[in-house]
């Protein structure tokens, strides 16, 4: 573990040294690292030298805003060469690579910026940036995190939602009871007594007619 350790960290220090002189002759990194005339010590550059320095090349325009947006009160002009490699270096090996974690990376380039930074306060500066985006990259992933758990939410709630709706739609579907039918509005159905119902004019309801005849009968037989 030790030992792969200290093997990333001279594959960092030859890809500072491809990324620096790359914004010195301000020509291609990739370019200079296909030579292989941009290293101090001459040696072949490691696979994982070759690895970053591609692919911050690959992603340089994004790596710099994020720097940009981080760096107070600092433009990338003004930044020494040096710093700016760092940085570029290390904020890729934050976004891209997963297998090395932010606090390596981190620690990693203020190393960096002790050995070779431009200036005495370039370690506080790498760390005082890096962290700022760090704590950026954090926020991003809760937010994309509380989202996707958003996400598998309604697609587990999906086949309940589904079933309540089709209950629903049976429900609807029932025929209504003839006892329970609604009435039209502005009207209620009432019961109607048929002993109460008027008889027209001229005539008698049929249950006086039958007491006339029945109060007859009585009387004749009186008689």
Known sequence: MATKRHERTLSRRQAIQVLYQSDILDESPIALLERGDAFIDEAKPSEYADFLVRGTAEHLPE????????????????????DRAILRLACYEMMYVEEVPI?????????????????DESP???????????????????????????????HDNAPEIAANSEDAVDADAQPADAA?????????AQPVATDDVPAADGCETKSAEADGVANAEVASDAE
């Open 180 to 188: 329970e039918a609604p009435v039209a509005d502005g009207s209620e």
């Open 63 to 82: 790596l710099d805003a994020h720097i940009k947006a981080n760096s107070e009160n600092w433009s990338m002009d003004r930044m020494p060469s040096v």
């Open 103 to 119: 606090s390596v990376a981190i620690n990693e380039a203020v190393d960096l910026a002790k050995d070779f930074g431009g200036e």
């Open 124 to 154: 506080k500066f790498v760390n005082g940036v890096l962290g700022s985006i760090a704590t950026e990259l954090e926020q991003a992933q809760n937010v994309q995190d509380a989202v996707q758990e958003t996400a598998d939410g309604a």
